[in-house]
């Protein structure tokens, strides 16, 4: 079997070095099978979970293109353009391909909402040759004059099922709507809802498709647990999990900002170090909490959804749903931010009677049942109704097998009750 490497996908030098300088050895499947196809000019449909590589696949041929038709952005101009659905996509989007374009020496700049748009006016004035933005910030500033869209050659839609998620399709559509015809364009996305697809019929043309998993499948490596357990617990039974000292560093999801700003005020109270991500933070607050998580100061990250996707974070031990999402599919990104670049993780998730049929749309549509285990809190912890396992909902589709109640380990190492 040939083993893939950058250089032979026809990478330049240039990038191959910055590559190297990163310690990056083999290509994402991802990547080896969508850099020939846009080195080759096409477009491209990249169907992937996050996780996979998808910035270094779309971000190495758009850096290289640049490179191979050298020119100057005109003023409030941008030769690139690259659309992301959140804040923390976009700036995360931005260092990487600084990182792999460092010797380029390219123009960049970062578009987004929850800042002053005046140093965002001032880095566009000269033109650059990479931007990237979330549409709302963007459409704005277009608007008011500060940016133009004539110049772009290269357009990437990142996260486009979060862009319809979040309402933003209507805003990309007028944005596409701005770009010259002749482009390259990609999108990317995790899952392929109606309206994404009328999206790819609009804006790419004859587009290689690239699916490197399918979409509602969760990462193998992942082991996926269940908690039954009433509303009032959750706290209780968080705090109790985080005492052991193998959940190095913990994600846990919530789906309001209101529950997500509890669960970080409960769990600073209770002496774990914690920081918080979702939509009413200001942008300088969440990059704040997220450098602290990513470097240590903070053991544990609650957000939101809407966050969920700018959150890459290496060597993430557990992810908790201390509130299960109404939307099956935000449960495979939220436990994707686990078990990335080969490594193992856990996903456990807390379900009260409330949520039991989110439980089952979400073991619908990964097709597999989420083993329950026991809660491990002393009973007298516990509501009556959690001293013993909960029973699923009436109408819960039947068990397909039966598993021994496990008492749960959070090294992963399971023993019976």
């Known amino acids: 079997m040939t083993i893939q490497t950058f250089a032979s996908l026809g990478l330049s030098d240039t990038l191959l070095r910055a590559l190297a300088d990163e310690n990056y050895v083999a290509p994402t499947p991802i990547q080896y099978r969508a850099i020939p196809a846009l080195l080759a000019g096409r477009d491209l449909l990249g169907i992937a979970q996050t996780g996979t590589g998808k910035t270094a696949a779309f971000g190495l041929p758009l850096l290289q293109r640049l490179a191979e038709h050298r020119g100057r952005a005109k003023h409030r101009s941008a030769r690139a353009l690259i659309l992301a659905p959140t804040r923390e996509l976009a700036v995360q989007i931005d260092t990487s391909l600084r990182t792999y374009g460092r010797h380029y020496g390219f123009r960049h700049a970062v578009i987004i909402g929850g800042v002053s748009q005046n140093p965002q006016i001032g880095s566009m004035r000269q033109g650059v040759d990479v931007l990237v933005a979330t549409p709302g910030r963007l459409l704005d500033l277009v608007n008011q ?28 559509r007028k944005i596409v709507s701005m770009l010259p015809k002749q482009r390259q ?22 587009p290689e498709r690239v699916e490197v998993s399918p979409p509602t499948k969760t990462g193998d490596k992942i082991e996926q647990r269940v908690i039954h357990v009433e509303q009032k617990d959750k706290r209780a039974l968080l705090s109790h999990l985080l005492e052991d000292a193998a959940l190095k560093r913990v994600i846990v999801f919530t789906r309001t900002k209101h529950a ?6 409960h769990l600073d109270k209770a002496g774990i170090s914690s920081g918080v991500i979702h939509g009413n933070k200001s942008q300088n607050a969440r990059q704040r909490a997220l450098e602290s998580f ?29 509130e299960l999402p109404n939307e099956p599919e935000s449960y495979v990104h939220r436990i994707g931010r686990t ?9 456990i998730s807390f379900c009260d009677p409330a949520e039991r049929s989110y439980l089952r749309d979400i073991e619908r549509l990964v097709r597999n049942e989420i083993e329950v285990i026991s809660s491990a809190l002393p009973a007298g912890v516990l509501s009556p109704a959690n001293a013993n396992e909960m029973p699923r909902a009436p109408g819960a589709p039947a068990r ?18």
Do not use: C, W
């Open 145 to 172: 004059g500060h940016i133009q869209l004539d110049e772009v050659s290269v357009l990437v839609v990142d996260e486009a099922d979060r862009m319809l998620d979040m309402g933003f399709v209507r805003d990309v």
């Open 294 to 322: 990513k470097a240590g100061r903070a053991r544990v990250l609650v957000a939101t959804d809407i966050a969920a996707r700018g959150i890459d974070v290496d060597d993430i031990s557990h992810v908790i749903n201390y």
């Open 260 to 265: 997500a700003n509890r669960v970080s005020e």
């Open 339 to 347: 078990a990335r670049a080969g490594t193992a993780g856990i996903a």
């Open 185 to 206: 364009s990609m999108l990317f996305s995790a899952t392929m809802p109606d309206d994404v697809a009328k999206l790819v019929r609009e804006m790419l043309h004859d």
């Open 400 to 417: 397909s097998y039966k598993k021994p109640k496990r008492r749960f380990h959070p090294r992963g190492n399971r023993r019976a009750a």
